[in-house]
């Protein structure tokens, strides 16, 4: 028998891992829930949920080709080896089949998994899966991996163009085995539940995932570059916790998008090459990941900018935590997140630099919070947004580029239609007065809505004083 451990890529269409397993013979599926190891990592109790919810998917898909799921607990990771050894020894297991996942804990368990089973006698295989390249085969004429995205980006296209990752064979049904599968938990201890109505927005299931792929693709991918910045509108695919999971694959995501552009990546539709563009983002902060393992650790990828003086201020946090800024956009925002399990990439970026800008507060801070409320919370994605608004990233915003929550407000939410969704207590401001309900005047401002906890004006100057004082990297940046 063959097995296939599942981790972030529940689904049966376009597995690599699984086509191979089933490829070498009759297949059984294990799935290891990690409840301790998943707390270490903020994994968000909305994420955890949504992995339940798809595995019991999965499971039923898996059984129509009567591949039974196991399913198998370990406190962490490090008891991984032991698990599987036993079970491969219990069923007689010749091969265990894995997508690769990036990081340096997972790097790290699969090589002690590897080992452990490589001692019995069993084989271990890895397979690229969640990316489009290797790790490593992406690299600069030196032989470096890219620190600037559009160069990156450069040689993707480049070998796009030559080999396009196809995408792979779903398995046939084999014939049945003699193993049932195990029941699916609803709920793993220290995780609570999320309410039906974050759960509502989020069906779980492979169906579901190819429903926003295809809708995205067939009715929004063309306004997407004009659309995408604005959080009251539905212009994004809403993906990312699929992709997270592993529920659809980057590789269905962009034969999809080249499916309605003709085939093209650079030329055609602005929309789609726009889109096709974020995918690569997500590849190229993956890529990051591996090449410069400090990322793993928290640590800046710009190590001069570790010397920042971050403010220690848990009340300032815990307001922007709570959505109690006084900043509607910022509000609105953090209650989306709080909410929904995800907010808007515009929003993102404007709430980071708020509190790593105006606040000066270290977005480490930030990063741990978006990870413990994020559906789609992604170590890579997560800490090369983070980095990237922080000014300490590769190929971050230079630190003198702050965003002013205001303006972001005014240009991207003229109307106010995302404040009032989020914050009712400000339905009856007009859209000047929306973006900062203090111009309304009067000596309490808005009933029920705190004043702004920072002037925007001097909390900039004091964030541009304290990038200012780092050694000269930063300041180079400034006359690029
Ligand atoms: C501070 C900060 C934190 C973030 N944390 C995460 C995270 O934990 N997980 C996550 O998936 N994304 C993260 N992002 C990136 C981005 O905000 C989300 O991927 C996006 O909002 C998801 O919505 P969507 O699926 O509708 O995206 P679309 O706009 O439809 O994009 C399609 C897919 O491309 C990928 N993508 C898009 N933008 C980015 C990006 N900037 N970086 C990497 N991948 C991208 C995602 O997989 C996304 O689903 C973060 C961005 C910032 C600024």
């Known amino acids: 028998m063959h097995l296939i451990w599942l981790r972030t890529d529940l689904r049966l269409h376009d597995n690599t891992a699984l086509a191979a397993a089933c490829r070498r013979g009759p297949t059984a599926a294990i799935y290891v829930i990690t409840p301790e190891q998943w707390l270490a990592h903020d994994d968000a109790p909305c994420k955890v949920d949504f992995w339940l919810r798809n595995l019991q998917h999965l499971s039923q898909a898996l059984g129509t080709l009567n591949i039974p799921l196991l399913i198998r607990t370990a406190a962490t990771w490090e008891e991984v080896p032991g698990v599987l050894s036993a079970l491969c020894r219990k069923l007689s297991v010749a091969s265990v089949h894995v997508n690769e996942e990036y990081g340096i804990h997972e790097s790290r368990r699969d090589a002690a998994v590897a080992k452990a089973l490589e001692a019995d006698g069993v084989t271990f295989h890895s397979y690229l899966d969640q990316l489009f390249f290797q790790p490593g085969s992406v690299l600069t004429k030196t032989g470096t991996y890219f620190q600037v995205f559009s160069q990156f980006r450069k040689v993707c296209y480049t070998r796009l ?22 029941a699916v938990p609803t709920t793993v201890e220290g995780f609570e539940t999320p309410s039906e109505s974050l759960r509502a927005l989020w069906p779980a299931g492979e169906d579901e995932a190819r429903r926003r792929l295809d809708a995205f693709a067939d009715q929004q991918i063309s306004y997407y570059k004009d659309e995408r910045d604005y959080p009251a509108k539905p212009g994004t695919s809403q993906l990312s916790a699929y992709l997270a999971a592993g529920v659809v694959s980057p590789r269905q995501c962009l034969h999809a998008a080249l499916q309605t552009n003709q085939g093209e ?32 650790r928290h640590r800046a990828f710009r190590p001069e900018t570790e010397a ?42 404007v709430v980071a630099m708020f509190l790593t800008k105006n606040l000066l507060i270290d977005w480490r801070e930030g990063e741990r919070f978006f990870m413990r409320h994020l559906i789609d919370g992604d170590l890579a994605a997560n800490n090369g947004g983070w980095q990237w608004s922080a ?9 003198f580029r702050i965003f002013s929550p205001l303006s972001q407000s005014e240009k991207f939410d003229g109307e106010g239609v995302f404040i009032k969704r989020w914050l009712p207590e400000l339905a009856a401001l007009n859209k000047k007065q929306v973006h900062n309900p203090e111009s309304v005047g009067g000596l309490f401002g808005v009933a029920d809505y705190p004043r702004p906890m920072v002037d925007l004006k001097h909390s900039r100057e004091r964030a541009l004083a304290a990038f200012r004082s780092l050694p000269q990297r930063q300041e180079a940046a400034e006359h690029e």
């Open 265 to 296: 990546f650079e030329s055609g539709d602005i929309g789609a090459i726009t889109w096709i563009n974020e995918l690569l983002w997500r590849e190229f902060y993956k890529h990051i990941l591996v090449g410069y393992p400090r990322v793993s």
């Open 161 to 182: 163009h030559s080999a396009l990752p196809p995408i792979v064979p779903t398995p046939e049904a084999q014939a049945p085995l003699k193993l049932d599968s195990d």
């Open 391 to 399: 000014s300490t990233g590769t190929d971050s915003a230079p630190y």
């Open 308 to 349: 920042v003086a971050w403010r220690h201020a848990p009340k300032e946090l815990a307001a922007w935590q709570q959505a109690r800024t006084g900043l509607p956009i910022i509000d609105a925002a953090m209650r989306q997140l709080l909410e929904t399990g995800w907010m808007h990439n515009r929003l993102r970026m």
